[in-house]
């Protein structure tokens, strides 16, 4: 896309962009039916410039049944009616960035959706049939085969298998209406380069790719023992041939990746961040850190220590549409990473998690690297409770109805205090209720509030593109206490220097030397000292 391309290498867009997540269903709705759609996104651009975001991430926009969200695609070529057509997308990308915000798609190369037309055809052809040799299709064990092919465990729980009329079982890491592709045949490979040069030819800048690490399995689909076998289908090194020849084809078209790459060892998550592999993937150890100055201190050096040896910025992310919304989690005694393990009725302090998530988007927003901005975070929504009857995603079923799920930080965005829904602009329930709550979070109060979360994000993203200190390419910790975060960031030619600290104790603190002070989350106490819970962004 023109514009990186002028740009000095180092300072590549995506090196530094803020990256405001879509979740297209719950943005807003544009034609009134219930559902968020892309003419909602559209007519809510100028929000998002007033914003000051780089980038918009949209989740899955493609045809689907919606089994999982729009994580179970139909059709990678077309737009799913209930969000638009290929025209209106088209027309979002080119709009956007007339503003000068780039978009980034979600590919889903792990499964397709049972509904799509590769899988339609090998149900429809039968055992032994090519058509089901593009997914994992086996006989079952035992002695009419009734049992799984093996014993892997799904990621969203239970077996990852399902067993057709026919007799076969097919497989699926996730949900049975998400069939995982067979990544060992060329079709496969084709058909998914061809999809990344379908959307770099409409003017896409980048591809978030989900679920990057799983996509390749041991072809004999063994039994898996964790801790004693090495694993079947996580970050096998064949995905690096693949995301090798993805990066050509991207480095035609001057777009860029972000994998979706949930490792913990840290030695081979970067791997993927060779200069001829992916450019960025998220930081999940970052996000499931705790409000703990020293966790969070320790992922900060980890992730800039990990990165540095690959030339590969760090991402920092907050919250995204899996997990519990930050005001929630950092409201919670236990704020630690929530992805698959959640519980019902948690007791929250909301004010005390609305306090860290001001202090925590400083924090974020301060640091070296890309940041990610999930909808809603800018007004600080609070997780939602869903009654029992209302909730979709799959992953409460499959939990057997212990586990809530995702959908409490999925609902509709509050727009206008006055208007019937929040603003979201049904003319009908949307697809998810809003809390009674949702009117006080809606963004039209608060324009109209200095002290809100919106009007934080604004000034710090204002911020975070006009001063020099933003431009460092590294961090310096300065001495503070053990529960005070403080770190400058200097640049070589202007002199001018970012301070940002971050009190996470319960004593006050004193603020460095400093020339002047930029932003703060919270009003500094009486004395000119930093609050507990509290960050301030300085010019040193
Ligand atoms: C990760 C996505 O973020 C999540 O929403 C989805 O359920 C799984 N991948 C499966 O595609």
Redesign the pocket.
């Known amino acids: 896309m023109a514009g990186s391309s002028l740009e000095p290498a180092g300072r590549a867009w995506w090196r530094h962009a803020a990256i405001y997540q879509i979740y297209v269903r719950s943005f807003a709705d544009g034609d009134g039916d219930g559902t968020g759609d892309l003419a909602g996104v559209r007519a809510r651009l100028p929000y998002l410039v007033e914003l000051g975001v780089d980038a918009l991430w949209f989740t899955p926009w493609y045809l689907s049944p919606l089994a999982?969200?729009g994580?179970d695609v139909a059709d990678y070529r077309t737009i799913d009616p209930a969000f638009g057509t290929l025209a209106e997308a088209e027309k979002l990308i080119a709009e956007a960035r007339e503003h000068g915000i780039r978009t980034i798609i979600d590919i889903?190369p792990?499964?397709v959706s049972d509904q799509h037309a590769w899988f339609r055809a090998a149900l429809a052809a039968g055992p032994g049939s090519p058509e089901r040799e593009l997914f994992h299709f086996r006989p079952g064990r035992g002695v009419n085969g009734e049992l799984p092919p093996n014993y892997w465990v799904s990621?969203f729980g239970g077996t990852p298998w399902t067993r057709l009329d026919d007799g076969e079982w097919y497989l699926h890491l996730?949900a049975p209406e998400?069939p995982d592709l067979n990544w060992a045949h060329p079709a496969v490979r084709r058909e998914h380069e061809d999809v990344l040069r379908f959307w770099f030819e409409r003017g896409v800048a980048g591809v978030r790719i989900?679920?990057a690490a799983l996509l390749a399995k041991d072809p004999a689909l063994p039994d898996f023992t964790p801790g004693r076998d090495p694993h079947p289908y996580t970050d096998r090194n064949e995905l690096h041939g693949i995301y090798r020849s993805w990066r050509a084809i991207a480095d035609e078209y001057d777009a860029v990746f972000v994998g979706?790459v949930w490792l913990p060892d840290t030695e081979r998550f970067v791997r993927y961040l060779r200069p001829d592999e992916l450019h960025t993937a998220f930081n999940f150890t970052f996000m499931a850190c705790p409000w703990e100055a020293r966790r969070l201190r320790a992922a900060i050096d980890e992730t800039l220590a990990e990165h540095a040896p690959v030339g590969a910025p760090a991402t920092w992310v907050l919250c995204?549409?899996?997990v519990t919304r930050t005001v929630t989690r950092y409201g919670r005694a236990q704020t630690g990473f929530d992805f698959a393990a959640k519980a019902f009725g948690t007791p929250t302090d909301h004010a005390l998690g609305t306090r860290r998530a001001r202090a925590g988007a400083l924090l974020s927003l301060a640091l070296p690297g890309a940041v990610y901005i999930y909808q809603g975070e800018e007004l600080g929504l609070p997780e939602a409770d869903i009654p029992l009857d209302r909730i979709q995603d799959p992953m409460h079923v499959r939990s057997g109805g212990t586990d809530p799920g995702?959908d409490g930080c999925r609902v509709p965005l509050p727009w206008s205090a006055d208007a019937p829904y929040a603003g979201f602009g049904s003319r009908t329930r949307p697809w998810l209720p809003q809390p009674a709550s949702w009117p006080s979070y809606a963004a039209d109060r608060q324009e109209r509030d200095p002290d809100s979360m919106l009007c934080l994000y604004r000034a710090a993203l204002r911020l975070r593109r006009m001063e020099q200190g933003f431009g460092a390419p590294a961090l310096g910790w300065l001495a503070a206490g053990p529960e005070v975060l403080a770190f400058r960031r200097d640049t070589d030619c202007s002199g001018e220097a970012l301070i940002c600290v971050v009190n996470l104790g319960r004593e006050p603190a004193e603020l460095p030397e400093h020339r002047a002070v930029l932003l703060t989350s919270g009003p500094l106490d009486d004395a000119g000292r930093l609050p507990t819970d509290t960050a301030v962004w300085l010019r040193g």
């Open positions: 999982d969200g994580y889903v792990n499964h990621e996730f998400q989900d679920s979706e995204n549409h899996d995702r």
